[in-house]
Structures are given as structure tokens and as C-alpha cells.
């Protein structure tokens, strides 16, 4: 199973951006998917999860300016984030808890994709 993650870069604060993360391979199943971020000497931390029912959360810092959403034909999760602001720098990272076609349910993370608010 592979993640790729698209849709970061360099935007100046008040502004939006959409990040992708598609699944592919041999997935039989997604639980659910989730989006991490890990700014510069920080830990990783958890902005928003979505459920295979479509059931979404968010990090406080990122409620009402972030949303998570999914296109589960293409097992592809977004992130449309807008009202960006500097504190919002950081390499976006996805995973998803999916089960192959093998039968076995893992974890799978992405390679990430920088998001940079500056002006």
C-alpha cells in the first residue's frame, strides 16, 4: 500500500490550500485515514481523522479553517485548508489503517508534503 500526499507549498498567511493523499495498491479495505503535521523541533501532531463512516475530528488549532474530506472511489482523503497562518508551517503527513488484499490490517504513512505560510 502506498500514500502519496500532493497539494503543499509556499502561501502567505490568510490564505488556502488543498492537500491530497491517494491510496493505492493492494488495499482491500480503509478504516480510516488521518492527517498529521510535524513542524520544525516539534513532535508530529494529529490535525484531523476521518472514519470509513465519515465521521470527522480536527486538532483544536485547526477547527473552522480545516476540513477533511474523502473520495472513497478514487481512496483518496483531502484536506482543504484555509485562513492559513504562520504557525501552520509544517511537513503534512497521511496514513491510513487499512486491511490488504493478504488480510492484514496495517499502518501506512506517506512521505509528506511541506506547507509554508509567509508572507
Known amino acids: 500500500v502506498q500514500l502519496v500526499e500532493s497539494g503543499g507549498g509556499l502561501v502567505q498567511p490568510g490564505g488556502s490550500l488543498r492537500l491530497s493523499c491517494a491510496a493505492s495498491g493492494s488495499i482491500l479495505h480503509i478504516n480510516h485515514m488521518n492527517w498529521y503535521r510535524q513542524a520544525p523541533g516539534k513532535e508530529r501532531e494529529l490535525v484531523a481523522t476521518?472514519?470509513?463512516?465519515?465521521?470527522?475530528n480536527y486538532a483544536n488549532s485547526v477547527k473552522g479553517r480545516f476540513t477533511a474530506s474523502k473520495d472513497n472511489t478514487k481512496n483518496t482523503l483531502y484536506l482543504q485548508m484555509n485562513s492559513l497562518k504562520p504557525e501552520d508551517t509544517a511537513v503534512y503527513f497521511c496514513?491510513?489503517?487499512?486491511?490488504?488484499?493478504?488480510?492484514?490490517?496495517?499502518?501506512?504513512w506517506g512521505q509528506g508534503t511541506q506547507v509554508t505560510v509567509s508572507s
Open positions: 496514513n491510513a489503517e487499512a486491511q490488504t488484499v493478504a488480510r492484514v490490517t496495517a499502518l501506512f
Open positions: 476521518f472514519t470509513n463512516g465519515g465521521i470527522t
